[in-house]
């Protein structure tokens, strides 16, 4: 009895061996047909892998899928949606024999009955709404997301009674805070992901107002404080038209204190200057050029402060400006700009007539750097240049060859 027992072990460990190595061979060669684009084969050979080896490896699924994907795509209009509820069916065994897989079937659901006009707008939407409660790590594909959103819209519209406008802020932080984790996820898709930020906003413009905003901000600021991305998505909305709120300012600091970024020294800089606080602000804004990993903006940034200051402190305009063309040299409205602030410093800074035709020569000269670094600039940087040089002009006699400026420019002049 106990040999026939041991028999029984051993062919019973044999025959799973044989079968473990018969389904890496269909496997394998599953793979290969795909690879020649031999679909016929393909096909038999999934059939016969989804028969004897419906759980032997997650790798079979990924394989099966693009068999269907293929059957989908070649098939006749009239037979597109038969393909495509073969596809779920294999989401469907995916999911059942590979319970913790990371591939997002409940969005690929979704996605294939949207993209080839199948099923209905409530299948489509319920398999969405899963896929963010439930697989919300692994949905990132930038359509759906949009898709998504669009469709929670409309209920929104239909049913205000039972989608709230707190309701609505609420999917709709949630979805942008995914949206900037897949984006720093998925540098590739970067743009993809803004493109549908900017989709989503278009819905939201009339919901995106202080009368909204605040009251959410505040009601749930507390719960989320010591979460990053709600207080971005959060920060951001209330940026565009409640920049001068107190909520805005507790928001942004908060955000600052756990997650410092260019983007939240710049949402106080933005405050700052909203609340009439300029020495603050010029500080968070150079506390954002630093903080950027991006040069252009870094530019951007210093431009934007060059140009507040350029009325009461020109001598940090000058810096700003110039740390602007150092990070974005290509930029000829930046010397536009520093020629128009050297044109206007002849109160403060020209001691004689002599320092006044050098301030103008130096205007006139910083000008036309503009056309050289781009063409497009010829008219007015010419136009600028000649109202300049009517202010220079000498005695015969007394021909000056090069004037040092001082104050705040601190520059030779060559004439």
């Not at 899928?65 to 293929?70: F, G, I």
């Not at 949206?179 to 819905?203: L, M």
């Amino acid at each position: 009895m106990k040999t026939k027992f041991v028999l029984l072990v051993i062919f019973c460990t044999l025959f799973a061996k044989a079968q473990v190595n018969n389904c890496a061979e269909k496997e394998k060669q599953l793979s290969q047909f795909i690879t020649d684009k031999d679909f016929k084969k393909a096909n038999e050979t999934w059939k016969d892998i989804n028969f004897s080896c419906p759980s032997f490896s997650e790798k079979e699924y990924l394989l099966g899928s693009n068999v269907l994907q293929y059957n989908i795509e070649i098939a006749a209009a009239k037979d597109k949606e038969k393909e495509v509820r073969e596809l779920i069916k294999l989401y469907d065994q995916y999911d059942k024999n590979f319970p913790e897989n990371k591939n997002g079937n409940l969005e690929k659901r979704a996605m294939s009955l949207y993209d080839n006009k199948a099923g209905t707008n409530d299948e489509i939407f319920n398999y969405l709404d899963q896929a963010f409660d439930k697989q919300k790590t692994s949905f990132s594909n930038p359509q759906g997301l949009l898709v998504f959103f669009e469709m929670y819209f409309e209920k929104y519209k239909s049913d205000k009674s039972s989608i709230t406008i707190e309701k609505l802020l609420n999917k709709y932080t949630s979805l942008n805070s995914l949206i900037e984790i897949n984006s720093q996820k998925f540098t590739a898709k970067a743009s993809e992901y803004g493109r549908v930020a900017s989709g989503i906003d278009s819905y939201m413009q009339d919901i995106l107002v202080c009368d909204n905003l605040i009251p959410y901000a505040q009601k749930n600021f507390e719960n989320n404080k010591s979460d990053a991305n709600w207080l971005s998505v959060t920060a951001k909305s209330l940026s565009v038209k409640c920049g001068n709120k107190p909520i805005f300012e507790t928001i942004a600091l908060e955000l600052h204190k756990i997650k410092p970024s260019a983007k939240s020294a710049y949402y106080l800089a933005t405050y700052y200057l909203n609340t009439g606080n300029q020495d603050k602000s010029i500080d968070f804004f150079k506390e954002s050029v630093s903080l950027a990993t991006d040069k252009l903006q870094k530019a951007t940034t210093s431009y934007t402060a060059a140009s507040i200051l350029a009325s009461s402190n020109k001598s940090k305009s000058k810096q700003m400006i110039l740390t602007a063309i150092e990070n974005n040299p290509s930029n000829g409205k930046y010397y536009i700009f520093l020629a128009n602030l050297y044109a206007n410093s002849i109160s403060e800074c020209a001691t004689n007539e002599t320092e006044k035709k050098a301030i103008y020569k130096l205007a006139s000269d910083t000008a036309l750097k503009a056309i050289k670094i781009e063409p497009r600039y010829k008219t007015t940087a010419e136009n600028m240049s000649k109202e300049y040089l009517k202010n220079v002009t000498f005695d015969s006699k007394n021909k000056l060859k090069s004037v040092h400026l001082g104050c705040w420019i601190d520059q030779t002049v060559h004439f």
